[in-house]
């Protein structure tokens, strides 16, 4: 006997979400600038590490991730208590809207800015509220703020913001913590902020220390080229940080992630150098992009925003014929990664044809 109508209901709330669908695009033979993903192999003494890892995978991972968690509190001089480990900062923010909103309470975010923040909201069953943009692609903190109710309980600020690389600077980002109400999470989203070259752009541990309403969220997914590996964190104050550990998955970071990521740490000249190059070419393709007659805005992430509004979906199409996979949000702009050299000359050859003809 089937009886679809009184049958398993999923909660109503994820009706508006579209399923993941199985199946990966095929990139063969492309270079890959569509997922702000590092062009780099793993850093020196990263990969040795993880397979060395890997050999001890009957065995589940340490659950509290101490080594990592201390050695990120020691690197960022932080407690311990106050950093949380998880699968990706996206794992991180589903346990912190998990811990901060429930049915019916408000989730604040730049739109448009990292997919996530909406997504992760609705699953809670929070309402998600997007505030637009400025013309230049950068967060309106006076709107934002203006959105804030009493039933806001997160505001998300992605600081360089993807996918328009616009990012905050001290004064205002300051000016706006301290006028949100003191019963607002503000998490700032820095997964990008080791690309940031204007030293006008805040580091986000900073304004945490004496804010008690600010937590932090860092990747190891982009400069540090873990992404497959889904490592990220949080560092807040208490009593947020104890609650993300209540809503974590347990054991979400494997004993491979975890290891890798304190290689990671370790091999911090290596990776400066690495996002040194990066920066050197975001800088390039800028510049050449300007001179093909882009209007490009001064990114301070690792890749570059074209406005195509709606041609997004065509100039895709005409980078994909090219070889090279960006990524488009239909209607709106174009969010090409940073690569290595000769991928980003691929895009650029591509831009300029396309350029010519509109
Ligand atoms: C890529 C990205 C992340 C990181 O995601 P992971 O789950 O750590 O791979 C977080 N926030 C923003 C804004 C991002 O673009």
Not at 134 to 143: E, K, R, S, V
Not at 152 to 160: A, E, K, L, S
Not at 332 to 347: C, K, L, Y
Request: with cysteine.
């Amino acid at each position: 006997m089937t009886d679809r109508q009184h049958g398993p209901r999923p909660r109503p709330n994820l009706d508006a979400l579209s399923a993941h669908r199985p199946g990966k695009p095929d990139y063969a033979g492309s270079f890959v600038l569509s997922a702000n993903e590092n062009p780099y192999p793993p850093l020196p003494g990263v990969l040795e590490t993880a397979v060395a890892a890997a050999g001890g995978c009957n065995r589940y991972p340490d659950m509290a991730v101490g080594e990592l968690t201390t050695e990120l509190a020691r690197h960022f001089g932080v407690p311990a208590g106050h950093v949380v480990t998880g699968p990706g900062s996206v794992g991180v923010t589903l346990s912190l809207v998990l811990a901060m909103a429930g049915e019916g309470d408000e989730v604040v975010f730049a739109w448009r800015s990292f997919e996530a923040y909406p997504v992760v909201t609705r699953i809670c069953g929070a309402v998600p509220v997007p505030v637009p943009l400025t013309a230049d692609g950068a967060h309106d903190l006076d709107a934002m703020l203006a959105a804030v109710t009493d039933r806001t309980r997160v505001v998300f600020v992605c600081n360089p913001n993807n996918p328009t690389g616009a990012a905050l600077r001290r004064d205002e980002l300051v000016r706006f913590l301290d006028a949100v109400p003191a019963h607002v999470l503000v998490v700032l989203d820095e997964a990008y902020l080791e690309f940031a070259r204007d030293a006008a752009v805040p580091d986000g541990i900073d304004l945490y220390r004496d804010r008690p309403h600010v937590c932090v969220l860092r990747t190891f997914s982009k400069a540090y080229g873990l992404a497959g590996l889904r490592v990220g964190f949080a560092i807040a104050h208490e009593p947020v940080a104890a609650a993300l550990r209540k809503t974590a998955v347990p054991f979400g970071v494997s004993q491979l992630a975890q290891d890798a990521a304190v290689a990671s740490l370790r091999a911090e000249k290596a990776l400066l150098e690495r996002v040194e190059a990066l920066v050197g070419e975001r800088t390039r393709v800028t510049a050449a992009l300007r001179s093909q007659g882009w209007t490009v805005g001064d990114s301070q992430a690792n890749f570059v925003w074209l406005r195509l509004g709606d041609r997004s979906l065509d100039f895709a199409a005409a980078c994909a014929e090219a070889g090279v996979a960006v990524r488009p949000f239909e209607g709106e702009g174009v969010r090409v990664s940073i690569g290595e050299a000769e991928g980003n000359d691929v895009f650029l050859a591509a831009a300029e044809v396309f350029r010519k003809q509109i």
